[in-house]
């Protein structure tokens, strides 16, 4: 029996509504579905508590590892680890519940094509770009702590991200029909971007306004690297966005009263 909140079906009808889907009660199943989504929630919240003290112990080992002269953004790295993998956590128990109720099935898409180039694309040049900067900044400058400290954390971040890509793409899609098929996955195109390899490359802009340890020389090839990755970022969302903007005409739950109908507003008339 699939169980749902006032809460969780008020934002499975927004969410419905933003996608061309207007209902005044979405199905228990899509509701259940788009609850998926509220990762830090209820019973699953003390999940994320668990992380956060865990990446906070693997911070401060981080700090201990390297010493004066890394890079300052580390805290901001490791308090991401502890969102993605809360997140996947959680999500990832709500749907298998969901899957004792309703029939699921596997993804007949390959993966490159739900990733789509342009989310590729910002993946090379945040993790090859990345390796390649760090590697010649230890070769031809003394920054070698701070270059060493950087490689570390994408190599952290590439692990990270690519469990949670991994089990986004290899998921079933949980579904009793077109419609909820349909959700699912628009649904797994929003959960692709918890993997977003943006947040590989963003905490660097604290850098130099924090220790300023990275070497003078990079800071525009750090600027220019962060730009190119987040343009990339942009422009694959956006277009996946447009992929599930408005989901197929189908049953998604109650609709909503006729608001064309007209109504008699004249006043009752007196019993003769």
Known sequence: MIMVTAAEQEAARRW???????????????????????AFNGRWFPRYIGYVLLVFVGGLGYTRLFGPGMTESYPVYFSYFALQLA??????????????????RKPAEPWWQVLGGWFLASVAVAFGG????????????????????????????????????????????????????????ALRVEAIYAASPLMAVLPLVMDPLLGNHQPAAFTPWLAGYVV???VLQVVGYVRHLRRSRTLPPGHYGTPLPDLDVPVDWSPPQEAR
């Open 228 to 230: 190119l990755v987040l």
């Open 130 to 185: 990345g390796i390649a900067l760090a590697v010649t900044m230890y070769a031809t400058t003394p920054s070698r702590t701070y270059a060493v400290s950087w490689l570390g954390l994408l190599a952290l971040s590439a692990l990270v991200s690519g469990w949670v890509l991994v089990s986004v793409l290899r998921r079933p899609l949980i579904a009793d029909g077109a419609e909820s098929l349909a959700v699912a996955r």
């Open 16 to 38: 419905l509504a933003k996608r061309g889907q207007r209902v005044e009660r979405p199905t228990p199943v899509l509701t259940a579905l788009i609850a998926t989504r509220q």
């Open 87 to 104: 997140a996947r956590d959680s999500s990832h128990l709500r749907l298998r519940e969901l899957r004792e109720s309703v029939p699921s």
